[in-house]
């Protein structure tokens, strides 16, 4: 079995969990507020690009900070990370291409879900107990949804 460098682990692991908690956030309260399937596309690459280059200088700047990086690492950690938030925000394009907006929501609930519940597991399982990881993680994603759904609708009724 190979060994996962710690920076590609860094960029892979901040990718994916900034990828799926903030485009999700994103495009329920982006459907909430506007119903509008180009907004949250639009939502989506914006996420994808300019959040993606954000979060990686976060995950840079931080390595730098902390002193106890080499340069190539923190290039890889700062790499991987745009790539794979990029890559994780892209799919959620996928279903608003493929169905109605409303379906597309609730399609790309589940996927963010259910890929951050085999992440979380996967990161769990040989430390502490799978389970107890998984749903913290859940917990925190399905609060993030709930407060942009009534955020959205907040918008909707006072700006709409």
Known sequence: MFKIRHSLK????????SG???TLGLIVGLNAGT????AVVGGILTIAIADAFSDALGIHISQE??????????????????????IFASTFIIPLLLFQLSTAVTVNVVWGLSLLSIFSFFIAKERVKS???V?????????VIVITKNVGDWISKTFG
Do not use: N
């Not at 860094?10 to 969990?17: E, H, V, Y």
């Not at 002193?67 to 890889?76: A, Q, R, V």
């Open 65 to 86: 900070a902390e002193g106890t990086y080499l340069s190539k690492d923190i290039w890889e950690s700062t790499f991987a990370t745009f790539l794979f938030k990029f």
């Open 135 to 143: 749903m913290e993680h859940l917990i925190i994603a399905l609060l």
């Open 131 to 133: 389970w107890k990881v």
């Open 20 to 22: 799926i908690i903030t």
């Open 10 to 17: 860094t960029g892979f692991s901040f990718g994916l969990t």
């Open 35 to 38: 119903h509008s399937k180009l």
